[in-house]
């Protein structure tokens, strides 16, 4: 009996010890290796099952909605907003993926030029770190709002090739 003959009982083993050929129970309770990772995955499990997922606040949806439909009226100032605008809310929607990682690219190429310029002269009043974080902060807001407005073409129409 070797650890990888565990492998396929491990389910079994977690949830039906009973139900495990006694060859496999009896590695088990010899091989130290297989009894740690069967505890490490007891402990996961048992923090799954109390992980409760947080309930969204009833106004989330609305609010969203309200920002997403702010954001689409409200003339975007500079031309990186209307780039970024233009390729969020145009009706392409199989460019979107495109778009979402063109806008990463700007992003990132953006910041880090950003960085470089700024951090020659003088000391930048935010570290390069800092601005990392935003801008990857904004990628998660925009790859939010894709997700939204993917979900709200599901409900307009029928189930696509998705
Ligand atoms: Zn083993």
Redo the contacts with the bound molecule.
């Keep these: ?3 990888r003959k ?1 492998e396929s009982n491990v389910a079994d083993l977690l949830f039906e010890p009973d139900t495990v050929p006694a060859p496999v129970q009896a ?2 309770k ?6 740690r ?1 069967l505890a490490d995955l007891r402990s996961t499990i048992k923090l799954m099952d109390a992980w409760q997922a947080p309930e969204l606040s009833p106004f989330f949806d609305t609010r969203l909605q309200a920002r997403l439909r702010e954001e689409r009226n409200s003339p975007p100032a500079g031309f990186f907003e209307r780039l970024s605008a233009r390729l969020l809310f145009n009706s392409n929607a199989h460019l979107r993926p495109i778009a979402a990682t063109a806008l990463t690219v700007a992003l990132v190429v953006g910041g880090a030029t950003y960085a470089g310029f700024s951090g020659w002269r003088q000391p930048p009043q935010t570290s390069a770190t800092v601005r990392d974080l935003q801008s990857l902060d904004n990628n998660h807001q925009v790859f939010q709002q894709l997700d939204s407005l993917d979900q709200d073409d599901d409900d307009d129409s029928a189930p696509s090739a998705n």
């Excluded at 010899?30 to 009894?35: G, V, Y």
């Design positions: 009996m070797t650890c565990i590695h088990v010899e091989c130290a290796d297989c009894r990772e």
